[in-house]
């Protein structure tokens, strides 16, 4: 495979489930358990699916495709009294407090664009309040009537753009993710994406990203043209 060619930038955009939160595994035992409780299995292939679009969107994949007998409201109203009972306590994922903090002290301008809904933001980022708030903005895909489509439409990363002072284009933005959805959003919006991967993923479900990485500890973002770290 060709190297791609890395463009420098100027903000960067981060996805939250996944690759600053160690969530996905919560959202996927949940999942799992919903239907098993009416006898489905929840197949690996669906679950990639899922990864990275809105609450609403993933309720219709996994109630569609594993069969579950009942209605998405209903679906919903499990998923969150489960997820509302795990969600409280998730801790970061390797490398992401060390480079929020690195981009924040060096002022490289950076926002949340997550397909979670507002208050399920806040309940999972309760014990990490501080770090979050060094986000410039958040967008919350689920809760937010300008984000018209989910991943993998480019909107969330569109909108997140727009709301940074300066507006930056779409070419000077460096979007971070971890699902082949949100790889995809931040193509279709003009923008540099770098992929922190579930391990399970296959190379072809990550062939489309700028840059793979096993975490974010391994960004070097130097190369992107912003501050290297200094450790």
Do not use: W
């Amino acid at each position: 495979m060709a190297q791609k060619i890395l463009r420098n930038v100027t903000h960067c955009i981060f996805d939250m489930d996944g690759l600053l939160l160690d969530t996905e595994r919560i959202y996927e035992e949940v999942t799992r358990q919903i239907a098993g409780a009416y006898g489905r299995p929840y197949p690996e292939d669906v679950r990639f699916r899922v990864m990275g679009t809105t609450e609403r969107r993933s309720a219709e994949i996994a109630v569609a495709e594993c069969a579950i007998p009942i209605t998405v409201n209903d679906f919903l109203q499990r998923y969150h009294k489960l997820c509302g009972e795990r969600l409280r306590n998730v801790p970061l994922l390797e490398g992401a407090e060390r480079l929020l903090r690195h981009l924040h002290a060096n002022k490289v301008p950076f926002a949340l664009a997550t397909s979670s809904g507002a208050d399920m933001v806040e309940l999972k980022t309760t014990h990490h309040r501080e770090l979050f708030n060094l986000f410039h903005h958040r967008v919350c895909g689920s809760t937010d009537s300008e984000v018209k489509n989910g991943k993998p439409a480019p909107d969330i990363f569109l909108v997140a753009a727009s709301r940074f002072p300066d507006k930056p284009a779409p070419a000077n933005c460096l979007v971070f993710e971890d699902s082949p959805n949100g790889v995809e959003a931040g193509n279709s919006a003009g923008m540099q994406v770098i992929m922190v991967p579930d391990e399970r993923l296959s190379p072809e479900r990550c062939a489309h990203a700028t840059k793979v990485l096993r975490s974010l500890n391994d960004f070097k973002p130097e190369e992107f043209g912003l501050p290297p770290f200094s450790n």
